[in-house]
């Protein structure tokens, strides 16, 4: 139980601009006082209601995750083929290009790149991350697999494991600079490789 003056913030928008933040500049590069000013809580408030920096940036990478999951999940309802929503969430990353000033990639592929296994809680977390995200792919491979739009070689999880390793690369590289023209001649060529 925590004791001390009841919360005065919504906890979710302070989440969400944290993890925002997190995205931005990546978690060794972000201080404290980054977070409370754009969280807009004191110190006192923070560790009450967060614990801590690194408890902050797991709920941070879990919630991304989620909603990342949740926003694919929906889009693979409406989408006509597996190989549609495919396409569809490798070209995510051809608007990023098109953005200009800085480009956050992914989160998840931020922390992935940031920690590697050198953190074993970290390593856990974006380990079943990248778990579900490979499932929701999966289950687009298969669709596809169902509905004659992905004919290529390979099993549901392998080409999931290929799809996902694929948009990690392409997101470092818009990350990196590369324009939206390069995004789209990658997709082209990861869409001929599933036909």
């Given at each position: ?125 974006l380990s079943a991350d990248f778990a579900a995200l490979r499932r929701l792919l ?58």
């Amino acid at each position: 139980m925590k004791y001390g003056r009841p919360m005065i913030y919504d906890p979710e928008r302070a989440l969400s601009d944290a993890m925002h933040v997190f995205w931005r500049l990546g978690y060794e590069a972000t201080s404290l006082t980054e977070l409370l000013k754009a969280m807009g809580l004191s110190k006192s408030s923070f560790y009450q209601g967060f614990g801590g920096k690194k408890e902050l940036f797991l709920l941070c990478l879990d919630r991304y995750a989620k909603e990342l999951c949740g926003v694919l999940q929906a889009e693979l309802a409406v989408s006509r083929t597996g190989l549609e929503f495919i396409e569809k969430v490798l070209l995510t990353s051809a608007g990023e290009a098109r953005r200009r000033g800085a480009r956050y990639g992914c989160l998840l592929m931020n922390t992935a790149s940031e920690f590697g296994q050198s953190d074993p809680e970290i390593a856990a977390h974006l380990s079943a991350d990248f778990a579900a995200l490979r499932r929701l792919l999966a289950s687009a491979v298969l669709r596809g697999q169902q509905d004659g739009s992905v004919t290529g070689d390979g099993d549901a999880e392998s080409l999931a494991k290929f799809l996902l390793s694929s948009l990690g690369g392409i997101k470092t590289m818009v990350k990196a600079g590369a324009g939206e023209a390069e995004v789209k001649a990658i997709v082209g060529c990861v869409a001929r490789a599933l036909r």
